[in-house]
């Protein structure tokens, strides 16, 4: 059971890793700054429409978000 854990933790983190690559990629390409909180923006708009499109969000959004705002995973909020 642990490696198994252990597996989705690792496959959580890169999937957030890459989606937070593509985000920083996306601004650099249309010539715009890219710094924490607006990362922290652009995962939290991509969270948004996420949920209201599908009613669910990938983990590894919610997760790139409190890694990014160093947050208790219990104290994410979606506002920004």
């Given amino acids: ?41 652009e995962l939290v708009t991509l969270v948004k429409a996420c949920i209201k499109e599908n009613q669910v969000c990938n983990p590894s959004l919610i997760f790139a978000i409190e890694q990014l705002r160093g947050d208790d995973p219990d104290e994410v909020r979606l506002h920004s």
Avoid at 13 to 23: F, P, S, V
């Fill in 1 to 41: 059971m642990k490696d198994s854990e252990n597996e989705l933790t690792e496959s959580t983190y890169w999937e957030a890793c890459r989606i937070t690559g593509m985000i920083c990629l996306n601004l650099a390409d249309r010539g715009q700054q890219t710094d924490r909180e607006r990362l922290i923006q």
